[in-house]
């Protein structure tokens, strides 16, 4: 392993506060980070779900994540909310 690679890590980690599947409902929440491929994070972005961008969950349930976005309200599913990084 190399020298300073946890301290990355941590860094990586300590970054993301918790997943947009696990924010709080009707409390804002900024997108810190997208896990999904180029196409996929493309899309987000054009939606106004972005690194950066402010978001509200609007309703989460087991399958389907309902979120806000100053432009628009989407419907995400909750694999896909897993990976995206809030802090809020």
């Known amino acids: 392993m190399r020298k300073g690679h946890n301290r990355r890590l941590f860094r990586i980690f300590y970054r993301?506060?918790?997943t947009l599947r696990d924010a709080v409902c009707n409390v804002?929440?900024?997108?810190?980070?997208?896990?999904?491929?180029?196409?996929?994070?493309?899309?987000?972005?054009?939606l106004g779900m972005g690194e950066g961008d402010s978001v509200t969950v609007l309703r989460a349930g087991r399958r389907?994540?309902?979120?806000?976005?100053?432009s628009t309200?989407?419907?995400?599913?909750?694999?896909?909310?897993?990976?995206?990084?809030?802090?809020?």
């Open 16 to 18: 993301v506060d918790k």
């Open 28 to 46: 804002p929440a900024q997108i810190v980070s997208l896990g999904a491929e180029q196409t996929l994070a493309d899309r987000l972005r054009a």
């Open 64 to 70: 389907v994540i309902y979120v806000r976005t100053p």
């Open 73 to 88: 309200v989407a419907a995400l599913g909750a694999d896909l909310a897993a990976r995206i990084g809030v802090r809020q």
